[in-house]
């Protein structure tokens, strides 16, 4: 039987199980031996990690070439335009060449969502908005590049889906391991 374990991963947290020197690392809060993770999710981002035992697997749901679309929840700082997300849905230029389109749209601040530690700045005088963005690559950075890039920093990125798993009723911290045929 393969493991396939759902991490929703902490701010500050970094993906490797080996100490560092200033964050946190998954070994904080996975036990189970002989799991890796299937890509990233850098140490200022949340949200949902994927990690198996099965390289086969793990490889399926990182490697771009298979085109896994990864679905995130994106607070950017002011009110995005729909111009910003037009931009989005099209593909934007970053310095290492032209993303592909990705889906892209307005939200209100996710249901249920979990406060961040620490939090993020609030100016009284600058709204906040909310884009769900589902991409197929997985460029470093690339989701707060693509908002800056239309003028729209990202303030907090909370990766919410991979493929067919989601991070829905696992909390920050928390993992949820599913066993499936080999």
């Known amino acids: 039987m393969t493991q396939l374990i759902l991490f929703n991963k902490p ?4 993906c490797q199980f080996s100490p560092h020197e200033k964050h946190q690392s998954l070994a904080q809060y996975i036990s189970i031996k002989d799991v890796y993770p299937a890509g990233r999710l850098d140490h200022d981002s949340e949200g949902l990690l994927l990690l198996t035992d099965d390289g086969k697997l793990q490889h399926k749901i990182s490697d771009p070439k ?19 997300i037009e931009q989005l849905k099209k593909g934007v230029v970053l310095k290492d060449g032209k993303t592909k389109p990705a889906k892209a749209r307005i939200i209100s601040e996710p249901e249920n969502l979990w406060p961040r530690d620490p939090p993020v700045r609030f100016r009284k005088n600058i709204p906040t908005s909310w884009i769900e963005l589902s991409i197929h690559e997985g460029r470093n950075r690339q989701v707060r590049r693509m908002t800056a890039v239309v ?21 920050p911290g928390e993992f949820v391991v599913i066993s499936r045929k080999s």
Request: net charge neutral.
């Open 11 to 14: 701010y500050g947290v970094i």
């Open 66 to 84: 298979n085109k896994m679309e990864k679905t995130y929840w994106v607070q950017v700082d002011k009110e995005i335009t729909d111009a910003a």
């Open 151 to 171: 003028g729209f920093p990202t303030l907090r990125l909370i990766r919410c889906r991979i493929g067919e798993w989601n991070v829905q009723d696992v909390q």
